[in-house]
């Protein structure tokens, strides 16, 4: 059973660039969770997707933005990158069970280690 | 001020020793409290959820006091492999989002 899978594992871009980053959840998962983790720091939540449609925001600007395609996978982008977007992305997956929405354990992925030069 | 705050550390400690990590939430809308584990350049992974009566799993412990708002992990006869990040995590309820502290960075020696 593969886990939560992310690609690029590293990646290397200029201030002004645009990013995008892929995530494919574990399997019998629906919902995708995105984390920006800058050194020394503990995950920053951006946003969460279910049901193609970004459920949930954090505290992010709108240079950061994503999409969720019909097999579960996810996409991050951002774009006119900043020195200071140079973090590890996080992608997690998790199953939004019952009726009342419950949201069970997130499970993350390697990760993308983003560097902005 | 931060919504989950821990002492960043580092704790350097022997084989064999207990350490004892602690958490302050400022939020008390958060209702769902973890401890993650992150080893040096990988991914968190969750070690333990935390409830009020207290859970145990193994050699770690946690507690949760929602009166002082208060979390802690406690590690007995620490191994090496122990060595880590350890993130103290709160949740809401009514929201999907996983709210990390910086995490608490410890070192077991020989």
């Known amino acids: 059973d593969a886990g939560v899978t992310q690609s690029p594992t590293h990646l290397i871009k200029t201030r002004g660039q645009q990013v995008t980053l892929r995530c494919s959840p574990k399997?019998?998962?629906?919902?995708v969770s995105w984390y920006q983790q800058a050194l020394g720091q503990g995950p920053q939540f951006i946003f969460q997707?279910?049901?193609?449609?970004?459920?949930q925001r954090g505290n992010f600007p709108d240079r950061f933005s994503g999409h969720q395609f019909p097999n579960y996978s996810s996409e991050l982008n951002v774009n006119a990158l900043l020195l200071g977007d140079s973090a590890l992305y996080l992608c997690?997956?998790?199953?939004?069970?019952?009726?009342?929405?419950?949201?069970?354990?997130?499970?993350f992925g390697p990760g993308t280690r983003l560097t902005v030069l | 001020r931060k919504e989950v705050e821990q002492d960043p550390g580092p704790f350097n400690v022997p084989e064999g020793a207990t350490v004892a990590f602690n958490c302050t939430y400022s939020?008390?809308?958060?209702?769902?409290f973890f401890w993650y584990r992150q080893d040096c350049r990988k991914e968190p992974k969750l070690l333990m959820s935390?409830?009020?009566s207290g859970n145990e799993d193994g050699r770690f412990t946690a507690q949760l006091n929602r009166a002082s708002q208060y979390i802690s992990l406690l590690i007995r006869d620490s191994k090496l492999s122990d060595s880590a990040t350890y993130l103290c995590?709160?949740?809401?309820?009514?929201?999907?989002?996983?709210?990390f502290g910086s995490g608490t960075r410890l070192l077991v020696r020989p």
């Open positions: 997690a997956s998790s199953l939004i069970t019952g009726l009342a929405g419950v949201l069970d354990e997130q499970f």
């Open positions: 399997s019998g998962h629906d919902t």
């Open positions: 995590v709160g949740r809401r309820d009514s929201s999907y989002k996983l709210i």
């Open positions: 939020n008390s809308a958060s209702q769902s």
């Open positions: 935390v409830y009020s």
């Open positions: 997707y279910y049901e193609e449609e970004e459920r």
